[in-house]
């Protein structure tokens, strides 16, 4: 069998390592807020090339803290993707504001035409997701957020070490937001996430509500919440951290070998382009008899998966917040046809070899 994902795996790869990591955090008796977060965050900074970090329970708080920050309240407009991970609309919706789907280009990421066409008085941000660990269109994004004056908040939680124009994504928009869930490429034991900004306000605003609200010991502003990354999770992202750019090439490779191998005829997947660095967080291909292929693929000891099965638009608590209908006819024609393969780093030549050769012959 072929996993998807493999984190049993990668635990029995490092157990001994992360053994000793976890012993070390928790000898300190120090697990909230103390050095191996502070640690993180300076890692982070370091390896994204931002002025700030902070560290946070997950990617979705880090888009709530992100959206909030800049502004967004009550009735406004977001401008963002259907087809993502839930979250990215959700976060919207709590804020009592509303999601505002642009259509998506072949690659899947926001057209930014279709920003355009979206725009209004009430657009108070706009939020690509780079999704699969391609990068949006930025230049023509940024372009859009000077001429009217909106802040980018970039879902960048699928995309950590991802680069357009060689510049590292989250520093594009005002606040960039990342997910260090177990699946994403660089994963905690449990649920985690951070923020990136180069903007010293937001900064400070951001470790200021992540904690309570609190100033100082005995002294609130304003109420905030608890959205702080666990010390004992700040260790585990520190030791991997380490990794990442071996696991970044490694699925490089693995893009390689499924560009060398399957029929371009049989299915369709985006190029990588000259000015991006993709860090594969997972590879899409599209194709027409997605379904049965699925099927066929699992038959023959391949396991994949769907990003995602129903666009937002089309769930039942986007309805209930009577938007009106929206027409996103590239996004409903992916979502019929996108299938993910493996692409992790535990994946030998010859398991990709397979994928492939099993495809072509279908
Ligand atoms: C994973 C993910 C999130 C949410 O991150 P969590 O850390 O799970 O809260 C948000 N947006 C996208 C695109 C994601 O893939």
């Known amino acids: ?156 939680a699928q995309a950590i070490g991802t680069k357009y124009k060689k510049k590292n994504v989250g520093n594009f928009g005002e606040i960039g937001c990342f997910s260090a869930h177990p699946l994403k490429n660089l994963n905690a034991l449990g649920d985690s996430g951070y923020l990136v900004c180069n903007d010293r306000k937001y900064y400070e605003k951001a470790k200021e509500l992540r904690n309570h609200g609190l100033i100082s010991r005995s002294n609130v502003k304003n109420f905030g919440h608890v959205s702080r990354m666990d010390a004992i999770q700040a260790s585990i992202l520190n030791f991997r951290l380490k990794k990442l750019n071996k696991i970044i090439l490694r699925r490089r490779d693995n893009f390689k070998i499924y560009n060398n191998f399957l029929d371009k005829e049989k299915v369709f997947f985006p190029q990588e382009k000259k000015y991006q660095f993709n860090t594969y967080h997972t590879f899409v291909i599209q194709t027409k008899n997605r379904n049965k292929l699925k099927k066929y693929l699992m038959k023959k000891g391949i396991e994949t998966s769907i990003h995602y099965p129903r666009p937002i638009h089309m769930q039942t608590a986007y309805k209930k917040l009577k938007i009106k209908p929206v027409n996103l006819v590239n996004t409903i024609q992916q979502s019929k046809k996108i299938l993910t393969l493996p692409i992790n780093q535990y994946l030998s030549q010859s398991d990709i070899r397979y994928i492939c050769s099993t495809i072509n012959n279908y």
Request: hydrophobic share 40%; glycine share 4%; charged share 25%.
């Open 1 to 156: 069998m072929i996993n998807y994902i493999n984190l049993k795996k990668q635990y029995i790869k490092e157990r001994k390592n992360l053994l000793s990591v976890i012993d070390k955090t928790l000898s300190t008796g120090m697990y909230i807020l103390d050095k191996e977060v502070d640690l993180f965050e300076k890692n982070i900074q370091k390896y994204n090339k931002s002025k700030y970090c902070v560290a946070l329970n997950s990617g979705t708080d880090a888009l709530t803290l992100a959206l909030y920050l800049v502004g967004v309240r009550k009735n406004d407009e977001v401008i963002t993707t259907s087809n993502s991970f839930v979250a990215s609309t959700a976060v919207i919706a709590h804020l009592g504001a509303k999601p505002i789907f642009s259509d998506v280009l072949p690659d899947q990421n926001i057209d930014p035409q279709d920003i355009k066409k979206k725009i209004t008085k009430r657009t108070k941000a706009i939020m690509p997701v780079h999704l699969t660990g391609r990068p949006c269109e930025m230049d023509e994004i940024i372009y859009l957020s000077k001429k009217f004056g909106i802040p980018i908040i970039e879902d960048a």
